[in-house]
């Protein structure tokens, strides 16, 4: 009687198992610009947040059992099939700017956490804009840590749509050779600037090296079957605290 109840249970774990395993995993993707100690009254409240609404944020996560994941584990999950943490989720920041590096960088670190900076790689060092950009040296330090991936943002940030085909080339593969170059790694994602795209820039991108570009759309969340050169994200607003923040989440992936 023993026996048999041992190769129930043996047979119930293996299936148990293997609908884990099969089972498409629905990974939100949360994206934010800037981090900064105080909002000023112009401030955009969908473009910067603060430190501590963000350290927020980063504790909500962990209170609500959510990992944070790369892209290289997305893209093992949805190639190979490679098992994800129960309710994954991916931290992305946009531009490149030194507060990511001042304020974002040292939380995610803290709270033992990983997030992408999608990086124009022609602003990098620059000190002329409203936010400085982050230096090339201090993206090989956050990157070295292990919290931090960096990856294209495209060269200038411009609208991809309405550029050449010469245009588009280069912004694409110009910010692919100097995070390459500067980084000793392969730069293999890209986020759109503005989240603009079309076919034609999709076929593009895939021709400079890319193998996943990320968009915005603020709806819904990604799966094995996503279009990679689509791939959505949730832009994170400061006026949401810790309650909606994650009822954000849980709206956008049916949770």
Known sequence: MKSV???VLCMLIIFMTSVTAFADMCVPILLYHCVVEELAEEDDPRMIVTADRFSEHMQALKDHGYDTITYNQYMDYVK??????PKPIIINFDDGYENNYTYAY???R???MKATIFTMAGYVGATTTKYPHFTWEQALEMEHSGVIDIQSHTMTHPMMSE???EETLREMRMSKYLIEKNMDKECKYMAYPFGVHNKWTDNLGAAAGYELMCVVGDNGANGKD???YAIRRLTVSQDMDADSFIKYIEENTGM
């Open 80 to 85: 190979k099939g490679t098992p994800l943490p």
């Open 106 to 108: 040292p939380i995610l």
């Open 226 to 228: 996503s279009d990679l």
């Open 110 to 112: 803290e709270m033992n």
């Open 163 to 165: 550029l050449s085909y």
């Open 5 to 7: 109840f041992r190769i």
